[in-house]
């Protein structure tokens, strides 16, 4: 085997500086994940010096860094280390439009073998619409939910699609931020989300006891 036939070495510096500017995915980005899956030990290791630690979900093809001290299993999290990773406070139509879009996802992988779940624009119009206040025009109502969409985007749980047309790539990383007990949940909290939009709590109304 010739020099530069060898398959290159496992570059600690690649896969570190991959997931300090974002969430790494395997299909975006096949060579630093295949360097983080190769160190992923010393990859921990690095990065917990900062204060950081590294989830990798190799069914999604996804990694990403958290805080530790956002892990309470984690019994060497401390305090005393500044948050790199800062925690977001997220408006009530951003937080509404990551759950629609999760329970999306968990729908189309359900009945789909494809791993990539695509929404038209217009369909994320929809999906909002019906938790929007109605006395507001129409116009101003969808320059509302692109605002809200563009918020998600910038998050990274939505990529445009370059086809030329309005279309989104739901990104698998939104698994990881809206997890399967949140989900579980849902019906509970599109109740409390009608309720902050109308103003009442779900059982006012009812008589007591």
Known sequence: MTAAARPAEPNLSLAVTHLMKGVLYRDANPVPWQHLTQL?????DHVAVIGLTVVVDEAEG???LRSRDDD??????????????PRRSL??????????LRKK?????ADNADTRLVLTRQQIVDLLTT?????????????????????????GFLRRI???DASYEVRRILK?????QWLADFDARLAEYAAELTGTRPDDGKEGR
């Open 162 to 164: 370059k086809d030329g």
């Open 131 to 155: 938790f929007m206040p109605t006395s507001i025009g129409e116009a101003r109502l969808v320059d509302q939910i692109d605002t809200h969409l563009g918020k998600v985007v910038e998050l």
């Open 176 to 180: 990881a931020y809206v997890d399967a």
């Open 91 to 100: 408006s009530f139509h951003v937080s509404l439009l990551l759950a629609l």
């Open 105 to 109: 996802l968990a729908e189309f992988d």
């Open 72 to 85: 309470p299993d984690d019994d060497q999290a401390t305090a005393t280390i500044p948050r790199l990773i």
């Open 40 to 44: 992923q030990a010393q990859v921990r």
């Open 62 to 64: 996804y990694a990403y």
